[in-house]
């Protein structure tokens, strides 16, 4: 994953959000043949509980990322480590929050809340 050049902020942060997020579409993503996920459930994920994080240099612009298990492991372009997850639990989207019902209800409730 590369950060384009309009994101590249001088290192403003430790690990851009672009780069977190698309190094967990890897994780959160991981699917078995059927289209469920290794947990058994379908349908979107989202991250839960983060154990064992380490931040271990900033300010990279292009991530490579290992699952490792139950979590994951980012390389900067050199191979040197950028980022290390020892554990990520997700838990399932409930079907509620996703889905037209949910994107009408919720500007529904957005524009119209007392």
Known sequence: MTLPDHLIDGGAYGLHPALLDAALHAHLAEVVDGGSRTDGTDGPAIPFSWNGVR??????????????????????????????????????????????DFRRYSVTAALFTG
């Open 55 to 100: 931040l271990h240099s900033a300010g990279a612009t292009v991530l490579r990322v290992r699952l490792t298990g139950d979590g994951l492991e980012a390389f900067d372009a050199t191979g040197s480590p950028v980022l290390s997850v020892e554990s990520l639990a997700t838990r399932p989207l409930p079907p509620t929050r996703t889905g037209p």
